[in-house]
């Protein structure tokens, strides 16, 4: 299945019998450090829209702040000439993931991907023990690769930190 890069939420309102479309939210997914969106209620901004608004072109709305973290990140973008954001009005949303292939831990994901910072290695196994037990359960099977993976590269410098993370993950 595709992997849906962001959320989008229209909201249609019903003028007369007629469906027309007068606002939407959005929100990225996946976050810029390859995590994706954590477990939590999230304000999002909604925008106002005409009926006539395509969502084909995704770069219009997308390069928009979607919250208040967004803006304050961003403040140098300018506005919008086609959505004007509604400043009385928020959409909340609550997320949940459930994935074995996404993560919202940096230090998991810095682990899974330690060939593109090899110089970081020591680092990011020094890290592992501050992955809860559960992301650590959800990705046994990548994490054990990557262990193995990382002592077949350099067995006597890493040697002694993988050993202690694989005992790290028997004790739990």
Aim: aromatic content about 10%; some cysteine; hydrophobic content about 40%.
């Amino acid at each position: 299945l595709p992997l849906l890069s962001s959320l989008l939420v229209l909201f249609p309102a019903k003028d007369k019998g007629e469906k027309k479309l007068f606002g939407f939210a959005f929100t990225p997914l996946m976050r810029e450090d390859g995590t994706t969106l954590s477990d939590e209620s999230h304000e999002l901004y909604v925008y106002k829209c005409d009926e006539n608004t395509t969502f084909s072109n995704h770069a219009l709305y997308l390069g928009l702040p979607c919250c208040k973290e967004d803006f304050s990140s961003c403040p140098s973008i300018p506005s919008s000439l086609v959505f004007q954001r509604s400043t009385k009005e928020t959409f909340w949303i609550s997320t949940q993931l459930s994935s074995t292939k996404l993560t919202q831990n940096v230090d998991l994901l810095a682990l899974l991907k330690w060939k593109a910072h090899p110089d970081r290695v020591m680092d990011i196994l020094g890290r592992l023990r501050h992955v809860s037990g559960e992301e650590i359960v959800k990705f046994l099977q990548d994490i054990l690769d990557t262990l193995f993976s990382i002592l077949d590269d350099n067995t006597d410098k890493y040697g002694p930190l993988v050993f202690q993370s694989l005992v790290f993950i028997i004790n739990l």
